[in-house]
């Protein structure tokens, strides 16, 4: 059985090429394009993993992080993957639970490497 994936990010053409690259590793349940989104969706449809991107409208992906770390478990393993390489930045998307942050573009198989080895945590 695949891992289960949410991949959340605002920029649709960023899901599009997550997604190609990564659905025949993983069983991509929903795309979000904010964390509001995000949160709704993981609370339907409770994935193992979300990649999500950090700078979003509604909802940083920091804050649904957040969000989603103190609230009921199960907790997903919530990579964070962004543009911004400013370390405040990083620190507070580790602090807010974050497995790991990756800076854009990120490649096709660093993506399933990454992932794969938060699912079997």
């Known amino acids: 059985m695949k ?4 991949i959340v990010d605002d920029v649709q053409r960023i899901r599009e090429e997550a997604r190609l690259a990564l659905e025949g590793e993983f069983d991509i349940v929903g795309e979000a394009k904010d964390g509001i989104e995000a949160i ?3 609370r ?3 994935p193992t993993l979300i990649l999500m991107d950090v700078v979003m409208p509604n909802m940083s992906g920091i804050e649904a992080t957040r969000i989603l770390m103190q609230g009921p478990a199960p907790h997903p393993k919530i990579v964070l993957f962004s543009a911004l390489k400013e370390e405040s930045v990083v ?3 580790m602090k807010a639970g974050a497995c790991i942050y990756l800076f854009k573009p990120v490649p096709g198989e660093k993506l399933i490497e990454v992932l794969k080895r938060f699912a079997k945590t």
């Open 44 to 46: 339907r449809t409770l």
């Open 91 to 93: 620190k507070e998307g």
């Open 3 to 6: 891992p289960t994936l949410l």
């Open 40 to 42: 709704d969706l993981f």
